[in-house]
């Protein structure tokens, strides 16, 4: 019997390796089908999970000991750009759609705590708000006093590995080759450089030189930590592994492939639009999207306008590069998990599907990122662990501080009292506990030395309340910023797109009363001095400088406490 299961085993391989060989075909036939988001259709239906027979059980019994934990980060892709969300952007993303609605627990109202791209890693890796682990803007270094899910994996038993976008070792300057004091705690390293994803640079383990990605970013950093799971079994005794994937896209970007591209209301300093960086996907990818002038766009989508000539720049032109590039990225995540489900690793690994922030692509007449708005700090929160979680959508606002501690819990490893996040294990498990109504988000500088354009807000399912800075002008010109109050409301029940203001006098005073306290003593137990230091002032003067952090003295005070209840 058991030569005869080889035997099939090897024949079957035959017709695997050339219906993978179709791949390029099935995919114009998936993803451009008007049918897509309507049928369930798999690349490789044809496969069947394989298996070696003399040590099948054996391996399946190690490897449940301990879940295996995959963080995926991907990097400016909002959460309206998923094909399944209700008025969302008309994006082809069949794989995910369908790991939403069968695997994984969706959280609807997902955001980020601070919606740039260093600190809000930062965030996500640590548990804990900026204001503790010291990244307030871009190219500031996290601490070496920092914990991360890298470290405490480690500690815990996992082969780690670190695959794409850091951003948290630039120290001032630009970010290159890390030694391994700075990677907290994981093995595997490989480390992408700025972004250019057709011709991505990369520092690989301990090489001080770069080499270049031989192909699109997206699709070789998921090979690579394909190839390290297979080689985590190969070499490592099937060890449980906790690994990030840290993908570039759709974050605009240059170099090749990107010459006739730019980004709306970015101009030379003779008028002139500036090409050379902006959004592209390869162009299996972006032919997907031929009519972009057709596509629908959210009602608070505007053209930009050029800040040095008052133009106004149409956004429908990048609309094929941002999208293209995110329905390669649902590609490439189904490649991940059909070869977890293929080698039966799929049911015991906790996934989180996230990003660091989203992008604002026109809407309120803003590009990229950087506000309160729900385009900018709304995100893909997605969280599968099949031998415990079952499929569902939760609409408390999940956070990037909560990320680490819904791992953790998840994994049964000692949650450290000095995360700032809550633990939504219990809760994903299906049993009975009091989830959090509110997430708190915020803003201080973009990096070292830069203008202060600092907020802070309290965001809920119904509501956004935002305190900020009024000496930006554009919070004051684009945000419904006033001088006079520093605040605004918005009910995003009665608008979801948040485009009617609220101040006081409007009825809703009651409301107002209550987020500002409640939002106030968030800052008042987190030690944030944003009311005194810069809302009360209001000026664009620096508040924080690179030494700032690097020096962070980080409150990791007491012990590491079992599954600690985080209350907000």
Same mark, same amino acid.
């Given at each position: 019997m058991k030569k005869f299961i080889v035997n099939l085993l090897f024949f079957y391989s035959i017709f695997t390796l050339h219906s993978q060989n179709q791949e390029e075909i099935l995919v114009d036939q998936i993803y451009n089908s008007p049918q897509v988001e309507a049928r369930e259709v798999t690349l490789y239906d044809a496969n069947v999970p394989s298996f070696n027979v003399d040590n099948y059980e054996e391996n399946l019994t190690k490897s449940r000991k301990k879940p295996n934990i995959i963080l995926v980060i991907s990097d400016q892709?909002?959460?309206?750009?998923?094909?399944?969300?209700?008025? &969302?952007?008309?994006?082809?993303?069949? !794989?995910?759609?369908?790991? /939403?609605?069968?695997? +994984? =627990?969706?959280?609807?109202?997902?955001?980020?705590?601070?919606?740039?791209?260093?600190?809000?890693?930062?965030?996500?890796?640590?548990?804990?708000?900026?204001?503790?682990?010291?990244?307030?803007?871009?190219?500031?270094?996290?601490?070496?006093?920092?914990?991360?899910?890298?470290?405490?994996?480690?500690?815990?038993?996992?082969?780690?590995?670190?695959?794409?976008?850091?951003?948290?070792?630039?120290?001032?300057?630009?970010?290159?080759?890390?030694?391994?004091?700075?990677?907290?705690?994981?093995?595997?390293?490989?480390?992408?450089?700025?972004?250019?994803?057709?011709?991505?640079?990369?520092?690989?383990?301990?090489?001080?030189?770069?080499?270049?990605?031989?192909?699109?970013?997206?699709?070789?950093?998921?090979?690579?930590?394909? &190839?390290?799971?297979?080689?985590?079994? !190969?070499?490592?005794?099937? /060890?449980?592994?906790? +690994? =990030?994937?840290?993908?570039g896209p759709p974050h605009t970007g240059g170099g090749p492939g990107f010459e006739d591209r730019y980004q709306p209301g970015k101009r030379t300093k003779d008028g002139k639009i500036k090409y050379g960086y902006g959004y592209a996907a390869p162009k299996k990818w972006e032919d997907l999207y031929p009519k972009p002038k057709e596509l629908y766009r959210r009602p608070n989508a505007t053209d930009i306008i050029a800040k040095n000539t008052g133009e106004k720049d149409e956004v429908w032109p990048v609309l094929p590069g941002y999208y293209g590039t995110i329905s390669s990225i649902d590609h490439e995540f189904f490649r991940l998990t059909k070869y977890l489900k293929d080698n039966n690793l799929f049911d015991n690994t906790i996934i989180v599907f996230t990003a660091d922030h989203g992008e604002m692509l026109g809407s309120h007449g803003r590009m990229t990122k950087g506000v309160w708005y729900e385009e900018s700090v709304g995100v893909p929160m997605l969280i599968s662990?099949?031998?415990?979680?079952?499929?569902?959508?939760?609409?408390?606002?999940?956070?990037?501080?909560?990320?680490?501690?819904?791992?953790?819990?998840?994994?049964?490893?000692?949650?450290?009292?000095?995360?700032?996040?809550?633990?939504?294990?219990?809760?994903?498990?299906?049993?009975?506990?009091?989830?959090?109504?509110?997430?708190?988000?915020?803003?201080?500088?973009?990096?070292?030395?830069n203008a202060d354009r600092s907020w802070r807000s309290i965001y809920s399912d119904k509501y956004t309340y935002v305190l900020a800075n009024s000496s930006w002008k554009n919070f004051r010109d684009l945000d419904h910023i006033r001088r006079e109050d520093k605040m605004v409301l918005y009910d995003k029940v009665k608008d979801p797109y948040e485009m009617n203001p609220i101040y006081r006098g409007m009825g809703y005073d009651d409301v107002i009363d209550d987020l500002h306290k409640k939002l106030v003593d968030h800052l008042n137990k987190m030690k944030d001095p944003f009311i005194k230091l810069q809302w009360i002032p209001s000026n664009s003067m620096p508040k924080y400088t690179y030494k700032d952090a690097l020096y962070a003295k980080i409150p990791q005070k007491g012990t590491a406490k079992m599954k600690k209840r985080k209350r907000r």
């Open positions: 892709f909002r959460r309206q750009a998923m094909g399944f969300i209700k008025d &969302g952007d008309p994006v082809k993303t069949p !794989k995910l759609n369908k790991y /939403k609605k069968e695997d +994984a =627990v969706f959280f609807s109202n997902g955001v980020v705590n601070r919606p740039i791209c260093g600190p809000n890693r930062a965030n996500i890796l640590t548990g804990q708000y900026n204001i503790t682990n010291g990244v307030y803007g871009n190219k500031v270094r996290l601490s070496k006093e920092s914990t991360t899910l890298g470290d405490i994996a480690k500690t815990n038993g996992y082969r780690t590995a670190y695959i794409g976008k850091w951003h948290l070792d630039g120290a001032g300057g630009a970010e290159g080759y890390v030694p391994k004091s700075r990677r907290h705690g994981f093995d595997k390293w490989i480390l992408t450089r700025g972004h250019s994803p057709f011709k991505q640079k990369v520092y690989i383990d301990d090489s001080q030189k770069p080499t270049t990605a031989p192909e699109w970013e997206t699709t070789w950093l998921t090979k690579k930590l394909i &190839g390290f799971i297979k080689n985590n079994k !190969k070499n490592h005794n099937n /060890k449980p592994f906790c +690994a =990030v994937l840290s993908i662990y099949p031998d415990k979680v079952a499929s569902r959508t939760e609409e408390s606002p999940m956070s990037s501080v909560d990320i680490v501690p819904t791992i953790l819990g998840l994994a049964d490893i000692d949650i450290p009292d000095f995360m700032d996040g809550f633990d939504y294990s219990k809760s994903l498990k299906g049993e009975q506990d009091t989830l959090p109504e509110y997430a708190f988000c915020s803003f201080d500088q973009g990096g070292v030395g």
